[in-house]
């Protein structure tokens, strides 16, 4: 799969992350995107009482939304924090966007475990950039 | 993921002690005169000293919360983090499930440990007369409350990472029984 932009938003609707190669104009159209995600993401996310459904209290939300070109999924924590992952229009397996929101999940526990990190600010250390950007090239 | 308890238990031992000697000593003679990092009102001293510890827990506390709550589904109600958090996040940190919950259904939660793990290696001198379990007296108890600031502080920061904003408060009066109030915000 071809990703075009990894989103971590925080609990209040902050983001954390935005990790995309565009920059410019094009960069501002896939933020956008991802803002527009958590509209979506919100309407998945069931409230949380009287709901027995167990299938809907997965992290994994699946495809929020098709545009012309591009396909966003999603997945929330139980921290309330929302991922986003932005593909191309290419046919993915659910299977592997799962598998990637899982990895990505493990290497945002070791970036909060960075003790320069504190909780709830924008993460920016080399680590964690380096973990996503080879965890973006292996998938 | 495990931790050895014994170092668990000293370094919090530690950590509490170098925080209280740090509020109530003057550190190094400083340069400047007015040093605004020593306070001389002991009740001042008492309230800085537990505001430290309880931020530090609070701080790894929400840390901890994703960690441990990473291989699960989401949680449905404020029912299911109370259960989470009086199984798995007090085995994980404490080595054990707590003894018994209360609760009055309208956000308020009343945790007990009858053998607490920061406090288990905590004793008071022999004082020559009973070798039973005794109440502590005022003093005693104001120096046992200093080990629970920072698992209060724990409580605290996972219980708002995974959504609910509380006050948690804690008392003891036996060794090493004690007992943890969980107050939501939202409820008032």
Request: hydrophobic share 35%.
């Amino acid at each position: 799969m071809k990703i075009i932009c990894v989103g971590i938003i925080g609990p209040q609707n902050n983001p954390l992350l935005i990790h995309t190669d565009f920059s410019g104009e094009e960069r501002k159209n896939i933020e956008y995107i991802v803002y527009t995600a958590l509209d979506f993401c919100e309407e998945k996310i069931p409230a949380m009482s009287g709901n027995k459904k167990s299938s809907l209290f997965e992290s994994y939300l699946g495809l929020l939304f098709p545009t012309e070109d591009l396909r966003v999924y999603g997945y929330v924590t139980n921290t309330h924090h929302k991922y986003v992952l932005v593909l191309d229009d290419s046919d993915v397996k659910d299977v592997d966007t799962k598998k990637f929101f899982v990895q990505l999940h493990d290497i945002f526990i070791q970036a909060i475990s960075n003790p320069f990190y504190n909780y709830g600010e924008k993460i920016e250390s080399l680590n964690f950039i380096s973990n996503l950007k080879s965890l973006i090239s292996k998938s | 993921m495990s931790v050895s308890e014994s170092i668990w238990s000293l370094l919090l031992n530690e950590f509490v002690n170098y925080v209280v000697s740090s509020v109530s000593e003057p550190s190094e003679p400083t340069k400047e005169e007015n040093n605004e990092d020593f306070i001389n009102d002991p009740e001042d001293q008492k309230k800085i000293t537990k505001a430290k510890l309880s931020n530090a827990g609070y701080q790894i506390g929400q840390k901890l919360a994703d960690r441990y709550t990473k291989d699960r589904s989401r949680f449905r109600e404020q029912v299911d983090i109370i259960r989470f958090l009086c199984k798995d996040f007090w085995t994980l940190l404490f080595g054990k499930n707590v003894d018994n919950l209360k609760t009055n259904h309208r956000g308020m939660w009343i945790i007990r440990d009858e053998n607490f793990r920061p406090l288990r290696n905590l004793s008071f001198p022999f004082d020559g007369k009973n070798l039973k379990k005794f109440d502590l007296n005022e003093n005693q108890i104001q120096i046992v409350q200093r080990f629970l600031y920072f698992p209060c502080g724990l409580i605290r920061g996972a219980l708002s990472a995974l959504g609910i904003d509380a006050d948690v408060d804690v008392h003891c009066s036996l060794i090493p029984a004690c007992e943890f109030t969980v107050i939501s915000k939202e409820s008032n």
